[in-house]
């Protein structure tokens, strides 16, 4: 297939004609004329994003196994012997920064980035991806009805993101409480980032050929979902597929292990298969060392694919994604990528 067709590169962009912020400092000042009463704080990242991450409970379900009768261990290959050849042509990531750059009457007044791009291997380097450039987004979020004194220009532009604006299932806004207020807002940044990702997924599927890299789900696109061209993968486990014995399989796992490939589905998402895989040894280690949750279509040789697939992903595990935190689950390109974003975002 083509690189280029049917795409137009270009970063995100939206609004009227003003003279828009791209820097904290400036979005500090430029909120200053435009909305009575606030005043300014120093901008630094919040960590708001790891709680809101986490407002989800941590759950053990029983898996619906695809692949036999019940969640088995099966081998993949000895990742300790010499390391195979990876099949993934490229890698996706997105970023965001997340910061209260002012409060007015106590109300914080967030500006926040977010990111998305697509780094392809090519000669065994990772460079930008022809198809698209790099997304950025950059916007405030404000819950308008608790704030008084916005400006005209504020209230009618599109990139200030109104997050307090839909109620409940019970009819109720958002509670006015400054933390509340917070973590509404950083769900809205992470879903604008989720937005990024998916367009560029559905526009890799759309006009690549080879195997696209997925930090993250991918079921909450039809599209990417069903192509057999990209491949999530998720490093956190807030969620757990496994009870009872199949728990204790999965903690037992071994390097070069993966589990029975079950599907995972829900009423908002689209189905996918899934499985568990052991990039890394967990001797001496929590019981999640090095383990990582795959995503994949849902086809008929999804038994074969899903040991292919793996292979690939223990051949990423080197170089290692050192220093980041998450090197046992990481796959160097996403480290590069996340690099690369921080860079032009």
Known sequence: MGHRAGVTPGPVTGGNELDWPVSTHEATRFILDRLRDSTPLDGAPTDAGRTARQDEPAVLLAPEVIEGDSLAALPVCDPGSARGVSGFGAFLDGSQDVRVVNQANGIPV????????????????????????????????????????????????????????????????????????????????????????????????????????????????????????????????????????????????????????????????????????????????????????????????????ADEISRWLIAEGSPLALPDGRWDKMAYGIRHTEEFLRAVS
């Open 110 to 305: 967030v500006w926040a980035t977010v990111s998305a791009t697509v780094r392809e291997r090519i000669d065994r380097r990772l460079v930008s991806w022809q198809g698209r450039r790099p997304l950025v987004s950059r916007r405030y979020y404000i819950p308008f009805r608790y704030v008084e004194g916005m400006s005209g220009e504020l209230r009618n532009d599109s990139r200030v993101v109104d997050t307090a604006a839909v109620a409940d299932s019970s009819g109720n806004f958002p509670s006015p409480h400054p933390a509340a207020l917070l973590e509404a807002a950083v769900k809205r940044v992470q879903r604008d980032r989720d937005d990024l990702e998916k367009e560029l997924a559905e526009a890799w599927c759309s006009i690549e050929d080879r195997v696209l890299y997925v930090d993250g789900g991918i079921a909450g696109s039809e599209a990417v979902s069903a192509s057999r061209l990209v491949v999530g993968v998720v490093k956190s486990h807030r969620r757990i597929y496994a009870t009872g014995d199949a728990f204790r399989i999965l903690v037992r796992l071994e390097p070069g292990y993966r589990t029975s490939i079950f599907k995972v589905s829900s009423r908002s998402r689209s189905a996918v298969a899934s499985w568990y895989l052991r990039i890394r040894s967990a001797a001496g280690r929590d019981a999640l060392f090095g383990l990582i949750r795959v995503e994949a279509s849902l086809t008929e040789d999804i038994a074969s694919r």
